[in-house]
């Protein structure tokens, strides 16, 4: 679906469609993301559409802090915040996810397997996709409204 398939992994044929209704406009196009191109995806990756892999470890950079890796995100997507205005929201972000501020100087290695599909989420969060596709085969995450966080 995003295109991310490793060899010797091949997509044959079909289509895959996604409904995108991009922000701030009322009409939807319809996108194969099989047929897309390199710009299409990445326009649509993470801002309309994020994938949650259950190995968090493995995708998370593990030489960078946790506020590197969730700023990264908002500096390619979101150029017009500040460089507060992406700490700010990658404060948010951990929080939304029960993970508190000052893990953001941490280094992957530093959290604990929750912790680190807990970033994953908030980076998934962070440009506030149409839709977030989850992977796991283990534990299931659930939403807790009453703490609002995210629990293994």
Do not use: C
């Amino acid at each position: 679906m995003t295109r991310l398939l490793r060899a010797p992994g091949v997509i044959t044929g079909g289509e895959v469609l996604f409904h995108n209704r991009p922000q701030g406009s009322g009409h939807t196009e319809t996108v194969d993301l099989l047929a897309a191109d390199a710009a299409e995806l990445r326009r649509i990756r993470w801002s309309q559409l994020a994938v949650v892999f259950q190995s968090a470890m493995h995708a998370l950079n593990p030489v960078a802090r946790v506020d590197a890796q969730l700023t990264d995100v908002l500096k390619a997507h979101r150029k017009q915040l500040t460089a507060a205005g992406r700490r700010e929201r990658a404060v948010e972000l951990l929080r939304m996810v029960g993970i508190s501020e000052d893990r953001l100087r941490s280094y992957p290695h530093q959290l604990s397997g929750g912790m680190r599909q807990r970033v994953m989420i908030a980076m998934a969060l962070a440009l506030e996709p149409q839709v977030v596709i989850m992977t796991s085969r283990r534990r299931p995450l659930t939403w807790s409204p009453s703490g609002r966080s995210w629990r293994s």
